[in-house]
Nanobody, 127 residues
Framework: QVHLAESGGGSVEAGTSLRLSCAVS????????MAWFHQGQGKEREGVAT??????SSYADSVKGRFIISQDNANTVSLQMNSLQPGDTGQYFC??????????????????????WGQGTQVTVST
């Protein structure tokens, strides 16, 4: 069983930065495709960034050049969000799926591909 817990959300002004963290606990012998999803109010969840077990990352066009996903250590995946915009407001979820080399791990992987989810953290960006 994999447990995910997000932290680091908050209320900020447009143009500033936030760093979200996802604490991961599970089988230490497994590797995962880790993802961050964004859900705006009244909208579906959309993948914004992924990182695989080899450290390769992928980004949605809406955040490319502004957000950076990283595997900080064996138990933490972070999302550095820069130049935040009001459209970035919403719940951010960390998700995971078991991964092996050669497996697909890109930001457009749909949410039903991920069996493990955190509870989410709120980000509010004001003008």
């Amino acid at each position: 069983q994999v447990h995910l817990a997000e932290s680091g959300g908050g209320s900020v002004e447009a143009g500033t930065s936030l760093r979200l963290s996802c604490a991961v606990s599970g089988d230490p012998d497994m590797t995962y495709c880790m993802a961050w999803f964004h859900q705006g109010q009244g909208k579906e969840r959309e993948g914004v960034a992924t990182i695989d077990g080899a450290g390769s990352s992928s980004y949605a066009d809406s955040v490319k050049g502004r957000f950076i996903i990283s595997q900080d250590n064996a138990n933490t995946v972070s999302l550095q969000m820069n130049s935040l915009q009001p459209g970035d407001t919403g719940q951010y979820f960390c998700a995971a799926v078991k991964w092996s080399r050669g497996a697909y791990c890109l930001s457009r992987l749909p949410e039903d591909s991920y069996p493990y989810w955190g509870q989410g953290t709120q980000v509010t960006v004001s003008t």
